[in-house]
């Protein structure tokens, strides 16, 4: 079974504080990471994809560790417009049904 | 550009009532797909469709049926609805998969069965 698991958190971060977290998954054939961001009560949103070499945009920063099978997420200068849900998602290639959602990391950025 | 409409946003039903989840996109997506999400559960995947005319089953999709006749439309019936079926349920679409993909999810249906 395929799995990807977070830490539910809450993190409490105080503003303009660096956050990181991780998320590991099981499958080692997976091909494609995501990180998406929920409001509450909202949709998931795509914050950024996860490339092998990592990315960054803007404050936001992802890393690969294909070896290890896990993903990360870094936020540095914390808003309080951050305070979210970060869901990890995994696509383990074979179509719409590959893809695999975390349960997600509860995030709250205190003023 | 609308991106992915549903509706209703919200809705109650009675236990053994059957409904329609509309579910609709305006950008030439093939792929699309229903979810329902839990308290404490990551989005579960219901059924999802590569194109018009083709449909698939996900991970939980018993008591639910899909149609996709057109490439904008991919509605979800709930045939006999039961309490176990309250969630928030989330249509999203998709060009194609991979790194530069990425979902794009409608504002999703809060159901409740009574």
């Known amino acids: 079974r395929k799995e990807v698991e977070q830490d539910p958190g809450p993190f409490n971060v105080p503003e303009g504080a660096t956050v990181a977290f991780n998320c590991t998954y099981s499958?080692?054939?997976?091909?494609?990471f995501f990180w998406y961001r929920q409001d509450c009560r909202k949709e998931p949103k795509l914050l950024m994809s996860v490339y092998s070499s990592g990315n960054e945009d803007g404050r936001f920063t992802a890393q690969l560790n294909r070896a290890s099978q896990y993903i990360s997420l870094l936020i540095r200068d914390s808003k309080l417009s951050d305070s979210a849900t970060y869901l990890c998602?995994?696509?383990?290639?074979?179509?719409?049904?590959?893809?695999?959602f975390g349960k997600g990391t509860h995030l709250i950025i205190q003023p | 550009n609308a991106g992915v409409t549903q509706t209703p946003k919200f809705q109650v039903l009675k236990t053994g009532q059957s409904m329609t989840l509309q579910c609709a996109q305006d950008m030439n997506h093939e792929y699309m797909s229903w979810y329902r999400q839990d308290p404490g559960m990551g989005l579960r995947l219901i059924h999802y469709s590569v194109g018009a005319g083709i449909t698939d089953q996900g991970e939980v999709p018993n008591g639910y049926n899909v149609s996709r006749s057109t490439t904008e439309d991919f509605p979800l019936r709930l045939l006999s609805a039961a309490p176990s079926q309250t969630s928030v349920y989330f249509c999203?679409?998709?060009?194609?998969?991979?790194?530069?993909?990425?979902?794009?999810f409608g504002s999703g249906t809060r159901l409740t069965v009574v």
């Open positions: 998602v995994v696509d383990s290639g074979g179509g719409a049904d590959g893809l695999t």
């Open positions: 499958n080692s054939a997976s091909q494609s």
């Open positions: 999203a679409s998709s060009y194609f998969l991979g790194p530069e993909g990425g979902y794009t």
